[in-house]
């Protein structure tokens, strides 16, 4: 179930049929009717084809909400997650975004769609090359990072907005320094079982404000890049 970056699709490829933008429109008016009521991360999903995101095996179920297996272990986030994420960003065009953990693109390519000015992290490597080949055919142009996000990008930041993808153990403190004044962290925390959504705004300088939202399963923020093979 390895995808490896040769097998990126091809231009011929990157077909988006009358069909995949039909069963498209049906999984946003689920994801309406679970509650997500911002028309622009709405419209936004609605426009990028999750169908070139996932891996060959299971490029069926592009348009039923749940997460798959893409590759080096990892998922694709649910689009019921990634609308929630996004929504609880509070995107603005202008904004400067930081992602952790890029995985298959989809959630960068969603941010992008919005306007924003991305930078995306990953610590798989097939995934970063994988991610960084599709996204500008599709016309989405994120600067991208093979690297630890525990780390962020501090000669990038400070950021309007960051999200991190992966379940963390503790908000990483280099991740707060690195959020503007103003600015506003989306981060799922807690176990390797489930993680609650927290929902961290830098008010001053010194100071956090810190909510919990719903809970959610994502796979594990790890520490340092994978090995390479
Ligand atoms: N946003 C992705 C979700 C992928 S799953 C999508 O839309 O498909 C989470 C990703 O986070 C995985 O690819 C995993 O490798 C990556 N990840 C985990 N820990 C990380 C870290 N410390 N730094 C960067 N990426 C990380």
């Known amino acids: 179930m390895v995808f490896l970056p040769s097998q990126t699709p091809n231009a011929a490829q ?11 429109k049906k999984l946003i008016d689920e994801i309406r ?17 999750r169908h070139l995101f996932m891996d ?29 994420q996004t929504e609880a960003l509070q995107i603005k065009k202008t904004d400067k975004v930081l992602e952790v953990g890029t995985g298959s693109g989809y959630q960068a390519a969603v941010l992008c769609e919005m ?3 991305l930078f995306t992290i990953e610590r798989q490597r097939s995934l970063f090359d994988f991610a960084s080949v599709l996204l500008p055919k599709l016309g989405y142009h994120p600067q991208f990072f093979y690297g630890d996000g525990y780390l962020g990008l501090p000669t990038y930041g400070p950021f309007d907005k960051i999200i991190v993808t992966a379940g963390a153990d503790t908000v990483p403190p280099k991740l707060k320094e690195q959020l503007a004044i103003g600015g506003r962290m989306v981060i799922p925390v807690g176990n390797r079982q489930y993680q609650v959504m927290k929902i961290i705004v830098r008010v001053g300088e010194n100071e956090y404000s810190e909510r919990e939202t719903g809970n959610f399963v994502f796979v594990p923020m790890l520490h340092g890049i994978a090995d390479q093979k």
Not at 58 to 81: E, H, L, M, R
């Open 115 to 117: 306007g924003v000015s």
């Open 56 to 84: 060959n095996s299971f490029v069926g179920f592009a348009y039923v909400d749940k997460a798959f297996p893409i590759s080096a272990g990892q998922t694709i986030s649910q689009p019921y997650t990634v609308a929630f």
């Open 33 to 49: 009717s679970k509650g997500i009521s911002d028309e622009h991360v709405l419209r936004a999903m609605n426009s990028v084809p």
């Open 14 to 24: 990157l077909e988006d049929t009358f069909r995949h933008k039909g069963l498209r």
